[in-house]
């Protein structure tokens, strides 16, 4: 029988404020920290039967430990949902919460599902990036890939290499911008209504609650970040500084067929568009976002001035800034993270994507002169993700 797609809308995202690898979440379980955001999207929207949801997909980079045994199910019956609603895990590396929305959505979009649960979570602290890796030797003997492919900052300074009017300076100045601008989020009550209250406990220090993010630096200056050291190369560029952290947290959204939204009386906040995944050299990942950008705008007769909103994640400012060059954008367009980025507020890998996702949003709400946004990052071994939303409080809609 043939199928009619059906347009997919962004209900409701949350997330764990974000801890340093090794801080807040040091003796918390990585899906303790999914089921408290899962947990946390139910009780934000009674209105959704819980046997309503149909699949939950949730991202982890490093799937093993915590972070392993088909996370989206188990994560799903740990969170109480019924054991009739099923899940499973996903990874594209940093874009897996990305790709878990995308995913699911494209089900929704195909009739499969009514309603989904999508996200991510990464603990950093009790999984390294690249814990348990065994690349190919084939990458190198055959010259597949330079060596620095594989390792995150070195792609970012290559990136530096291979655009050097992108200077270290122009990066922290990007840097200090991102700190500043989630600090005046912060001081606004920007971001708080989205950040799940979560449960810590510490043997030395009993039980807390993580109520705000742990890694911004609200008062660093480009002084400061002059005098960092760059660990992956000698009198190089990249600094702890002008990249995201390494980081633990978790994210999850709901999503669900129009239609279906307004049967059950949930409020939807922006309506998905379109999305795409590019792969570019992996020395140079940082450049994924610039071809996934450009497949979302020309499939859909767009171009940059049309869009009104970007949340781009900031693994590295000049991956940043390499983007905002390409489509000749200022490095302080206001269009760019408002309310700052990863730098400041930190990159727990698969999470990421949800989180950039539900700070549009927010922003869509406060900006109904907008119309098109972009949620877009790169990806390890050298690849980018794009989505296009649609704002449906947009007053020209209206």
């Known amino acids: 029988m043939p199928r009619t797609a059906r347009d997919v809308v962004f209900i409701d995202g949350v997330r764990t404020p974000f801890g340093k690898a090794g ?3 040091a003796e918390t379980r990585a899906d ?3 089921v408290r955001a899962i947990r946390e999207l139910l009780r934000r929207n009674p209105q959704l039967p819980p046997e309503r949801v149909d699949e939950v997909a949730i991202a982890a980079t490093t799937q093993t430990g915590d972070q392993g045994l088909t996370i989206g199910r188990s994560a799903a019956v740990l969170a109480g949902l019924p054991k009739s609603v ?10 897996g919460a990305m790709t878990a929305v995308t995913t699911t959505a494209s089900g929704i979009a195909f009739g499969a599902y009514d309603v989904a649960i999508a996200g991510g979570v990464e603990h950093m602290g009790r999984h390294p990036m690249g814990e348990g890796v065994d690349p190919n030797p084939r990458f190198l003997a055959e010259k597949l890939v330079d060596p620095s492919a594989l390792v995150m900052g070195c792609t970012a300074e290559n990136l530096h290499d291979r655009f050097p009017q992108i200077t270290k300076e122009r990066a922290d100045a990007y840097a200090v911008r991102s700190q500043q601008k989630v600090a005046a989020a912060y001081a606004a009550g920007k971001i708080q209504p989205d950040l799940v209250p ?18 911004p630096r609200p008062t660093t200056t480009m002084a400061d970040l002059a005098k ?7 009198h190089g ?8 952290g390494i980081n633990d947290g978790a994210t999850a959204c709901l999503l669900a067929a129009e239609d279906v939204a307004a049967e059950l009386g949930l409020k939807a906040r922006m309506r998905l568009v379109d999305y795409a995944f590019a792969g570019v050299e992996p020395e140079v990942m940082g450049l994924g ?3 996934a950008t450009e497949k979302v705008l020309a499939r859909n007769s767009l171009t940059m001035d049309d869009i009104g909103l970007i949340e781009i994640n900031e693994a590295f400012a000049v991956q940043v800034l390499a983007f905002l060059e390409h489509f000749k954008i200022a490095d302080d367009d206001p269009r760019v993270n408002p309310w700052g980025g990863a730098i400041a507020l930190g990159h727990p890998l698969a999470s990421s994507g949800v989180r950039l996702m539900t700070q549009l949003s927010r922003l869509f709400a406060e900006r109904t002169d907008v119309r098109y946004g972009l949620t877009t990052m790169c990806v390890g071994m050298g690849m980018g993700g794009t989505v296009l939303w649609e704002n449906l409080a947009w007053e020209g809609a209206k």
Do not use: Q
């Open 289 to 291: 976002p610039v071809p």
């Open 23 to 25: 801080g807040l979440y």
């Open 198 to 215: 979560t449960a810590i406990r510490s043997a030395e220090k009993g039980w807390g609650l993580a109520t705000e993010d742990e890694p």
């Open 32 to 34: 303790d920290l999914v």
């Open 228 to 234: 960092l050291k760059t660990p992956f190369r000698p």
């Open 86 to 95: 099923p899940g499973y895990a996903i990874d594209r590396m940093c874009a």
């Open 237 to 244: 560029k990249v600094t702890a500084g002008n990249a995201a």
